[in-house]
């Protein structure tokens, strides 16, 4: 998925009810290339012809989900010293 499917797929899952004319001004494209976006979706079956989340879309955003991150820090990190003495705490394992 390109950079503009993915940011289309994204706001239309946070603002379902979103029209086609502020997805333009939103994402700084057309309005027919948001038409052509959704068609897109639409054949891959992410959405159905109501613009609704199908069982694929909810499928890939769920396979799709970070489940690892990096937090990155700054500083020496004194208050954590009994356990970042043998790794940075920008490398420490959370939960």
């Known amino acids: 998925m390109n950079k503009q499917l993915l ?15 502020d ?4 994402l700084n494209i057309s309005l027919g290339k948001v038409n052509q976006l959704l068609d897109q979706l639409k054949q ?3 959405f159905n012809e ?3 989340l199908t069982i694929k879309g ?6 799709h989900h970070p489940q690892q991150a ?8 004194m208050r954590m010293v009994p356990i970042n ?11």
């Open 70 to 77: 990096v937090i990155l820090a700054a500083g020496f990190g």
């Open 23 to 26: 997805l333009a001004s939103q």
């Open 7 to 21: 940011d289309l797929f994204k706001l239309k899952l946070k603002k379902p009810q979103i029209t086609q004319r």
């Open 85 to 95: 003495t043998e790794e940075p705490k920008g490398l420490l394992e959370i939960n």
């Open 58 to 63: 909810k499928e890939y955003i769920k396979n």
């Open 44 to 46: 891959n079956g992410f």
């Open 50 to 52: 109501k613009l609704s």
